[in-house]
């Protein structure tokens, strides 16, 4: 049986952290496989919501009363939390939204809207999500600008001979990935980030498939922009985080209006908050945020740099056990890896392995992961995919190349 | 257990060697019939008899075992039916992968294999893919279509 020895966490006791590990699938126990999905949430989690809705609910920056106080106090201690985790200079840099994807319209909307020209760049690369391709496809269209895109080499990495070529003056933003939520890619944040601000570019990292599995320091990489989702990071659904460096908010317009952002309301015009309040508007998710404060202690108590160990052995013992399996290609890079691994099998296509899979208990996700240049790049339709958390343990692997063998035999 | 009641071995052998599988140089209608949602695709030319019944009708595509034995199994049967019997069939065949209390209509025959479907919601799309690519057939008469079961 293969351990992972990693400091001194006890993974297993952090595994029981987590109430849902123990649901049946089909009468086996739940092999969860999903996380780069969403991960799922651990008690303390779940308590801090639970918690808040009991105690301290109100709606923030409005009453003046005992428990609006206390909701306000929580959530705006919850951005200085976020703040620290990612290395932020300041709470302010921090805006809360829905997750990754509205964070990244935030930014094509309200600062792509005013800077981009007609005869700029954005560039990006073949292995983005579709989350940070079509809003700079709605941006490019609406104003004439064009984008560009790094290519994808057939070992999952960026091909970056390239960007020389692509990374031009007229490029006015590079927005990329962290890690691919296919390939498990890991880019080479600030070495991309120092080029394209070499050439005068600001940068936007989507950091979904990396917030909640290793160690972020937005000086250190040097970004504009940051993007990511909390339920990915044992955090809630319906909250998310956009990281942007001070002078740069300072610099951009509102992009939704209501309540909260302003200073003050006249029937023609009204003036605005500065950041992070100019760009929230309405109601926050304040639970949300508070339940991101509490997944990200809960992370930290573990410790990033433990739980990218922890998870680089099981995606690299996983995708050496995979190739065990008969007519497979597995995607991605041989070396370092994110915490997945995709995969094709000759003889199964992705849902009906997946339909299969579940029927053991396992939880895998096969189709396009929302990457579907990417899928077109490696002439696949869809892939299927295991994705890993902490909560993980080698056996859990061993059991899913057991199914994947049944998988194999039933359907050739 | 669920899963053989869904990849019946009949079905198993239509998705490994797909009947009706090729091009049909002299068909009426050729739509192509597309499942975003799992990249499935199915090609179908269909060619019409005087009455306006499936004179012949072929298939070329890929994607899950579920849509290609699906189409497999639909060429079959529907191949010299008239437009009523394609319609009347279509119905029956739409009950019978989502209505949990469907007595499998007779009039199905080899089709009824691909009951277990109504247990797996998410592949509903998967089987019915081809009944909609030949309902467009029978509404467009002629030329080309396309037809997604994610309507844009
Ligand atoms: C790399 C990447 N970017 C963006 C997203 C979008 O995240 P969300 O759906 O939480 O906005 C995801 C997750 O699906 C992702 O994996």
Redesign the pocket.
């Known amino acids: 049986m293969h351990k992972v020895a990693v400091g001194t966490v006890d993974w297993n006791a952090r595994r029981e952290d987590f109430p849902i590990l123990h649901e049946q699938a089909h009468g086996h126990p739940l092999i969860y496989f999903d996380s780069?999905?969403?991960s799922q949430k651990p008690r303390p989690v779940i308590e801090a919501l639970r918690n808040f809705y009991e105690h301290d609910n109100a709606n923030v920056h409005r009453g003046l009363h005992t428990l609006s106080s206390r909701a306000t106090e929580a959530y705006e201690k919850a951005r200085q939390r976020v703040a620290e985790y990612i290395g932020a200079a300041s709470a302010d840099e921090i805006i809360f939204t829905?997750?990754?994807?509205?964070?990244?319209n935030l930014v094509a909307q309200a600062w792509g809207g005013k800077f981009i020209r007609e005869e700029n760049v954005i560039l990006l690369t073949g292995m983005?999500?579709?989350?940070?391709v079509v809003p700079w496809q709605l941006l490019a269209e609406r104003i004439g600008a064009r984008l560009r895109f790094v290519p994808v080499l057939d070992d999952g990495t960026l091909d970056l001979d390239q960007l020389p070529s692509l990374l031009t003056p007229e490029v006015k933003l590079f927005a990329f990935?962290?890690?691919?939520?296919s390939l498990g890619t890991i880019n080479p944040v600030a070495e991309l980030c120092a080029k394209a601000h070499a050439v005068g570019a600001l940068t936007l990292v989507?950091a979904?498939?990396s917030a909640g599995h290793m160690p972020i320091d937005v000086r250190e990489l040097g970004c504009d922009f940051l993007?990511?989702?909390g339920?990915?990071m044992c955090g809630p659904?319906g909250i998310?985080v956009l990281y942007g460096r001070a002078e740069v908010l300072d610099s951009m317009p509102p992009w939704h209006g209501g309540g909260e952002m302003i200073v003050s309301v006249a029937l023609e015009k009204s003036t605005f908050k500065k950041a992070p309040h100019r760009f929230e508007a309405g109601t926050p998710n304040i639970a949300g945020a508070i339940g991101l404060a509490a997944a990200i202690d809960y992370i930290e108590h573990i410790g990033r740099p433990a739980i990218f160990e922890h998870d680089s052995q099981l995606a690299r013992y996983a995708a050496e056990r995979i190739k065990e399996l008969p007519g497979i290609r597995v995607f991605g890079p041989k070396e370092e890896r994110g915490a997945l691994v995709g995969f094709v099998m000759e003889a199964a296509h992705p849902h009906d392995l997946t339909t299969f899979a579940d029927q053991y208990g396992l939880a895998m996700r096969g189709g396009h992961?929302?990457n579907q240049p990417l899928m077109r790049r490696f002439g696949v339709s869809g892939t299927t995919r295991a994705s890993f958390y902490f909560y993980n343990m080698m056996e859990e692997i061993d059991r899913m190349i057991e199914i994947l063998h049944a998988a194999a035999r039933f359907f050739k | 257990m669920e899963i053989e009641e869904l990849y019946q071995e009949v079905i198993l052998d239509h998705s490994r060697r797909p009947r009706n599988f090729g091009e049909l140089p002299d068909a009426a209608v050729l739509v192509h019939g597309d499942n975003p949602a799992c990249g499935d695709e199915i090609h179908l030319a269909v060619k019409f008899d005087p009455d306006g019944g499936l004179e012949d009708i072929k298939f070329t595509g890929h994607g899950c075992a579920i849509s290609q034995a699906s189409a497999s199994l639909m060429t079959m049967k529907l191949k010299k039916k008239s437009r009523e019997e394609v319609m009347g069939m279509l119905r029956a065949f739409h009950d019978l992968v989502t209505d949990e209390t469907n007595d499998a209509s007779k009039a199905l025959g080899d089709l009824r294999v691909m009951q277990g479907v109504r247990k797996f919601p998410q592949r509903v799309k998967c089987a019915m893919l081809p009944w909609r690519a030949v309902e467009q057939a029978l509404e467009q008469g002629a030329g080309e279509a396309t037809v997604s079961t994610e309507p844009s």
């Open positions: 780069a999905a969403t829905r997750g990754t994807t509205e964070s990244i983005e999500h579709h989350s940070n990935t962290h890690i691919s939520n989507d979904a498939q993007a990511f989702s339920h990915k659904t998310g992961h929302c």
